[in-house]
Every structure is written in structure tokens, then in C-alpha cells.
């Protein structure tokens, strides 16, 4: 069974940082290009952070550039999102997905085929 598991939301005042950890289960993603999405109470899913499946290649929301960094370790299965310069607007359930394998990756929400269950950042200003 294909899992992906979210971890390391929870409060922060702004200004502060968190880092989110993505550990895949079930089959490697080490050939998948793998994204963090994250969506905010009342409104739709949106594109945070993609990463290629060998790292090389990286796309950031421009409301996020800068202050956000996606990595993989593709011996661990793992994908992190380090977040430093948290804003309230940054309030939201993050997820984590993957791609099918060897395909590019995308900022598009349909190009994803495994999805996490999700973790609650919360900013507070």
C-alpha cells in the first residue's frame, strides 16, 4: 500500500520556521518528482514547492520564493519542506505528492497521483 505521511506542522509565530518531513511507504519515489501543496480554509489547493525526482530541478510559488526550500533524500524516501520567515498568510494544511515515474515535475495539481493526508501549519501574527 502506497502511503505518503506529512509530519513537523504545528504553531509558530510569525517570523519563525518550521520544517515538514514527507516519508513515502509502499514503493520508492527515488524516479518520482514529488511537490507540496497546501490549502487555506475557504479556498483551493495551491502549489508550494516541487523538487525533480533527482533534485536537480526546484519551483517555488512566487509568494513563497525565498523564504521556503524543498529537498529529497532519496535513500530515506523523504521529502522536506524548510520553512523560515513564516507569515499568517502561510496558514494552511500542507500536503505532500508524488508524480508517477520519470515524469517532470509540475506546479499543476492533476499531474499528482499519490497524495498525503496532510499537516496543519498555523501562523499566529
Known amino acids: 500500500q502506497v502511503q505518503l505521511v506529512e509530519s513537523g506542522g504545528g504553531l509558530v509565530q510569525a517570523g519563525g520556521s518550521l520544517r515538514l518531513s514527507c516519508a513515502a511507504s509502499g514503493r520508492t519515489f527515488n524516479n518520482s518528482a514529488m511537490a507540496w501543496f497546501r490549502q487555506a480554509p475557504g479556498k483551493e489547493r495551491e502549489f508550494v514547492a516541487g523538487i525533480s525526482w533527482s533534485g536537480g530541478t526546484r519551483y517555488y510559488a512566487d509568494s513563497v520564493k525565498g523564504r521556503f526550500t524543498i529537498s529529497r533524500d532519496n535513500a530515506k524516501n523523504t521529502v522536506f519542506l524548510q520553512m523560515n520567515g513564516l507569515k499568517p498568510e502561510d496558514t494552511a494544511v500542507y500536503y505532500c505528492?508524488?508524480?508517477?515515474?520519470?515524469?517532470?515535475?509540475?506546479?499543476?495539481?492533476?499531474?499528482?497521483?499519490?497524495w498525503g493526508q496532510g499537516t496543519q501549519v498555523t501562523v499566529s501574527s
Open positions: 505528492a508524488a508524480e508517477q515515474a520519470w515524469v517532470g515535475v509540475s506546479r499543476s495539481l492533476s499531474a499528482y497521483e499519490y
